[in-house]
């Protein structure tokens, strides 16, 4: 065994290393856990649950001017949301609500329950004109960067040479 057999982006998949380490650690531990309890005959119960922690998906944009937050939310009504924002950061929780009695399900690997995502925005944010928006399953949260944090953003030129 070498050195480059070691490496998981090294034996011919397609990974690239984690741009995130701890959130690489999280998911390894999450696949670990899965393979342990897949050992119990317990496929999916404890698996749904570890990909749960990262429910609702979310994509994340910025421009100069404000932040754009889109989560999947399929199966959830605007009112089953709530958006609070303080402190900088954005919190996005709510509850998924089954639509039949568990004695009627024989199986699911659908997750029924509460979440709460927070997302740490790390500028400073025109409070009066955040808005959210949701359609079809997606919620999308636009955060107007203030007036202040717009300004203090500055373009450094490169330089060709040293």
Known sequence: MTIRDL???GRGNS???A???FLDLHREVNRLFDEAFRGFNMPTSFGSLSSFATWPSLEVSE???DIKITAEVPGLDEKDIEVLLQDGV???RGEKRAETEDKDRQFSERFYGRFERRIPLGVEIDEDRVNAHFKNGLLTVTLPKSERAQSKA????INGRS
């Open 15 to 17: 990974q690239t290393p």
């Open 63 to 65: 421009t100069d001017r």
């Open 154 to 157: 500055k373009r450094i030129a």
């Open 19 to 21: 741009v995130n380490p």
């Open 7 to 9: 490496i998981p982006w």
């Open 90 to 92: 954005l919190a996005l």
